[in-house]
């Protein structure tokens, strides 16, 4: 795409510095260090990316306005909510907020931070991670397992700050303190350590364990000989008794208190640096000048006014851009806003789009971009007067004046060639090698296509989709369909030479479903039967994709390939693979190896898809290791998604497969997109995540972005930014719709900007935080050794909260763990990253599971890495099934199942039914019509259709959450003390990893021992 260049008009043509040449390559990190995005000098971004290029066409004299398919009605905003009045000024000058203020004494001025964080050795951290190891045992002993003999266990009075209302947790009565030491394994021999005698804190309230350490404050200070009053060793004392898990923070409770306050409730988007609502809670948006949290969300919405700010408190500053993500029904849908044959109304500087931002001034002659401060003049079409607050008296007709996020046509000057797109195609290419006709799945699929191509996705107000479909099946040669709805039958054209890949049917191949059912259902018919005695088990992979980019350019359009896929691509063939697992590598400097796709046919293969708008959607069905690494590097940089189902069988999990198809195939898409981040002066992105292409610094190029992909966009200072305006990002997507318009989404939000650290940490917002940490945790292991980046999340951790700690949180309880209250579960997630398959260096784990996983991450939205990173726990056992409502969901820990209860939990990924060995009997006989579990079939995968109160909710509760995550899951049905049981308690994040990892207790005590170290 990029080469052929979208013509003249700016953002897309921007200069491209090193053209042709990628990078880095596909999946490192572009030219910046690998990890660690502090310390790192930003460079490669010497020029302000605001050249001027070309100023847009100027418009037409006394051309009207075009307010847009459809008029804009400001009352439809109000989306027959809560009526709310705009705020005088809110955008253009937005007010601050108020904020309550915090519970802690304000944070003291930068230079004595700067002073006390040097002390600290807070901003020795360079690109790797080289934590001075007089600071950071982290960097010398591997986090997981045994600690070394430690010299003073800290003590942990977990502690929410601000308190408001005060939340105190503390850890369990002193006597169960003997239970409580801070890491699995031998007890320290003969250093002292752990949690202290009961006593009072400074100002613990009564129980509190005391405090030892290094820390001044207290009247402990010191390490403290003869710990473990309670006696730490494992036998010493009487019956211990487990620490209460009540006592540390629950993601779940965090959850609930959201739901609790934000549920049901409109969200306006009318206060800057506004902090939403969380993900997992049921709100409306109504925009109201800032982009919906559906389409935005950031890791802070105060960022700090200085780079030595945001480099002291190492808060990552990123937002996460969902440009398709789905709108409830009750929510306004975007605008379209056109400005005529001109297009679109830009700064002629920056090429910032028309936005609330925007300061009209001189009369409404000209308006100043909020970007630049360019001063640019208003085209005489679009001229307007201002009332008496300097607004545009039509401030409420147009969305690009009042909305945060809308839509605009786009001109030909933003289509390739100055030629309107044509409809997007989907091209299905169906393996028909040996074990997919044995499997049953090529008949699967060939049924389910005759009923799902009706459903295609088609433009708002279509009648009929405007996608056109093609069919091709392969094993070690390609078969292309002709399905010209003129002919009585399908022709079949066979091409079996790789190495030249063309399409040899120049008209036919691509066709109308409509136009062509008879003769496409024909060959959906004959598919399986074709192939039903073949032999063929060698298949060949990258000239099909190949096939596919022709086959596009060929019609001159974008779209998406299906591949339907079983084994690694031997045959002889360009980018044919061999097997290249070695669990030897596993734990050693080479594992990144097992992470890196090959580089060569493949790379060249991504980078001609997204050149021709291809997006490819991978559906593996190996039997073996198939190098997913590889294999998914083409889906994984054209927007695409990868599938994978082990040991494929119909009986078992053809629905599973099915849904994922059905949601993929339907789901809402744009294609040939492009991506464009404007901020204001201060700070600018620097860097992108996601199932995306980058070949310059600026442009992020997809082939297409579906409603469940998401870019992951991380911001660094080149300047101050100022507390009085704040700090905007403008996202610009340039995309062609499913009815073949070519259009722009426009997403717009504004930040606070403050010198005070409290204001960041008060608006930050974890599951925003996690997102940016699971992404540039799993993109530093295809260049680093896992235990250097487990080890960076240990630390950045830990120095995050520590910083917090030292500048925000009160100072008369030293020893104290104090967490930001928006920062409160934090570690729990970061402890549960740590434990996922791609980060933990075990050899039981397959190689392509966790390259799966580090990919299927990578374009992850907020709500989907929350939910994988701490699942729901659902009791079933004791629920009211008449109730309309769910249960609430548990802690994700052992202690909260019970012998006598029945629990559901999913992630996004798996789904588990978890019986336990004393499940009630009327439980059982009314979930499986069994008498007791005894009598229950090994590996079920779904649930019979009873005709029972409980049947029927259950099976309720679990086509809901089917319905509601982006990807199908499988059900397990899992016995307590099964062997299968296993997978299920990998999911329980809040204890010991199965693969190693911490329990949540013992990571948040280590952090805490890591803090205190740093604040020494
Ligand atoms: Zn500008």
Not at 441 to 464: H, Q
Request: hydrophobic fraction near 35%; glycine fraction near 8%; proline fraction near 10%.
């Amino acid at each position: 795409m990029s080469q052929q260049g979208y013509v003249a008009t700016p953002p897309y043509s921007q200069a491209q510095p090193g053209l042709g040449g990628y990078q880095g390559g596909f999946g490192s990190a572009p030219a910046q260090p690998h990890y660690g995005h502090y310390g790192g000098a930003p460079q490669a971004f010497a020029a302000p990316p605001t050249a001027v290029l070309k100023p847009p066409a100027s418009s037409g004299p006394g051309l009207p306005p075009h307010p847009g398919s459809g008029p804009y009605n400001p009352n439809s905003q109000q989306n027959g909510a809560h009526m709310q009045r705009y705020p005088p000024a809110t955008y253009g000058q937005p007010p601050q907020p108020s904020y309550n203020s915090m519970a802690s004494p304000a944070p003291p001025p930068p230079v004595q931070l700067t002073n006390q964080m040097g002390a600290m050795n807070l901003g020795n951290y360079g690109p790797v991670q080289s934590v001075p190891s007089a600071t950071s045992p982290v960097a010398q002993q591997p986090f997981r397992g045994p600690p070394p003999p430690a010299t003073a266990q800290p003590p942990m009075q977990p502690q929410m700050a601000p308190a408001q209302p005060p939340m105190q947790h503390q850890m369990a009565p002193p006597t169960s303190m003997s239970m409580g030491r801070p890491f699995p394994g031998p007890p320290p021999p003969a250093a002292p350590g752990g949690f202290h005698q009961p006593g009072l804190g400074p100002a613990g309230p009564p129980g509190y364990p005391q405090q030892a350490g290094p820390f001044t404050g207290g009247h402990m200070a010191g390490p403290q000989p003869g710990g473990f009053p309670g006696g730490l060793g494992p036998q010493a004392g009487p019956p211990q008794k487990k620490l209460d898990l009540d006592s540390i923070p629950g993601t779940t409770q965090v959850i609930e208190d959201d739901q609790a306050r934000h549920g049901g409730q409109v969200y306006s988007t009318n206060i800057r640096g506004q902090v939403p609502p969380l993900v997992t809670t049921n709100f409306t948006v109504q925009d109201q000048g800032h982009a919906s949290p559906r389409f935005i969300r950031c890791t802070t919405y105060s960022l700090p006014c200085t780079a030595e700010l945001a480099k002291q408190c190492q808060v990552p500053l990123a937002c996460i851009v969902k440009p398709f993500a789905r709108l409830p029904n009750n929510e306004t849908p975007l605008y379209l806003v056109n400005h005529g044959e001109s297009g679109p109304i830009r700064c002629n500087r920056c090429k910032a789009y028309m936005c609330p931002y925007m300061q009209f001034i001189d009369g409404g002659r000209r308006y100043q971009c909020a970007f630049c401060s360019c001063i640019n003049e208003v085209p005489v079409f679009y001229f307007q007067h201002l009332d008496h607050m300097g607004r545009r008296v039509d401030f409420y007709e147009r969305a690009e004046l009042s909305l945060g996020s809308y839509e605009m046509v786009a001109t030909l000057d933003y289509c390739k060639n100055n030629k309107p797109p044509k409809p997007p195609a989907y091209i299905f290419m169906i393996d028909v090698s040996y074990n997919n006709i044995k499997s049953g799945l090529v008949r699967l699929i060939c049924d389910e296509l005759k009923t799902l191509l009706d459903k295609l996705p088609r433009e708002d107000g279509a009648e009929s989709s405007a996608i056109q479909v093609g069919f091709a099946t392969y094993n070690k040669t390609l078969h292309f369909y002709n399905v010209k709805s003129s002919l009585s039958q399908p022709q079949m054209m066979v091409v079996s030479d790789m190495t030249e890949m063309y399409v040899p049917l120049p008209d036919g191949f691509l066709v109308n479903f409509q136009e062509s059912r008879a003769l496409v259902c024909n060959l959906l018919s004959q598919i399986p039967d074709m192939f039903t005695d073949t032999n063929e088990s060698e298949t060949v992979f990258a000239p099909i994709i190949q096939a596919g980019v022709e086959a596009f350019k060929e019609a001159d359009c974008s779209g998406k390939l299906f591949v339907f896929h079983s084994s690694m691509p031997t045959a002889e063939a360009p980018g044919k693979l061999k097997n290249r697992d070695d669990k030897k590598l596993v734990n050693t400097d080479k594992e990144k190896t097992l992470f890196q796709p090959l580089k060569g046919t493949y790379e060249q293969l991504s980078k001609d898809c997204v050149a021709q708008g291809c997006c490819v959607d991978l559906f593996l069905f190996p039997n073996q290791y198939v190098d997913v690494a590889t294999m998914a590097d083409v889906p994984s940089h054209t927007g695409g998604s990868v599938f994978k189902y082990n040991n494929f069988q119909v009986d078992t999990d053809g629905e599973h497969f099915l849904r994922d198809l059905r949601k993929e195939v339907q789901k809402s898409i744009g294609f040939d997109a492009v991506m464009r981040v404007r901020t204001s002066t201060g700070f600018r992105a620097t860097d992108f995540f996601g199932a995306i292409h980058m070949n310059n610094t600026t442009d992020v190029e997809m082939a297409a972005v579906d409603c469940d992909k998401v870019v992951t966009v991380e911001f660094k200072h080149d300047d101050a930014l100022s507390e009085e305006t704040g700090a905007f990002i403008q996202c610009a997507l340039l995309y062609t719709t499913v009815g073949g318009q070519r259009r722009l989404r426009i997403l717009n939000i504004g930040l606070n900007c403050s010198t005070h650290l409290s204001e960041l940490y008060k608006s930050c917002e974890t599951d925003a935080l996690i997102n940016f940490f699971a992404k540039s945790a799993y993109r530093a292991i295809l260049n680093q050794p896992l235990k250097n980046v487990r080890d960076i999340l240990v630390n950045q951790t830990a120095h995050m909260l520590a910083c917090y700690r030292k500048n925000c949180a009160s100072a008369s309880v030293a020893s104290q763990l104090i967490l930001p209250d928006a920062m409160k579960v934090f570690p729990v997630y970061m402890n549960s990253l740590m434990k996922t398959a791609p980060l933990t260096g075990s050899t039981e784990l397959a190689t392509d599971e966790r390259a799966h996983q580090r990919l299927a991450v990578m374009a992850m939205a907020v709500e989907d890495t929350q939910l994988l990173l701490y699942p729901r726990l659902i009791p079933l056992h004791n629920m009211d099934v008449g109730s309309e409502v769910s249960p609430i969901p548990v802690r994700c820990s052992e202690e909260r199942l019970a012998d006598g209860g029945v629990f559901l939990l999913e992630n996004g990924q798996a789904l588990f039914l978890w019986l336990g060995q004393a499940s009630p009997p009327d439980v059982i006989q009314g979930l499986f019509n069994v008498p007791s579990l005894a009598h229950l079939q090994a590996h079920m995968c779904v649930l019979p259709e009873l005709d029972n109160p409980l049947s029927k909710k259950v099976r309720s509760i679990i086509n809901d959450l089917l319905e509601k995550r982006p990807r199908s899951m499988k059900l397990h049905i899992v016995k307590q003390k099964d062997k299968p049981e296993m997978m299920f308690r990998q999911f329980l994040v809040e204890d010991k990893g199965l693969h190693g990892g911490t329990s949540y207790l013992d990571f948040l005590c280590h952090v805490h021992r890591e803090i205190r170290q740093l604040l020494t």
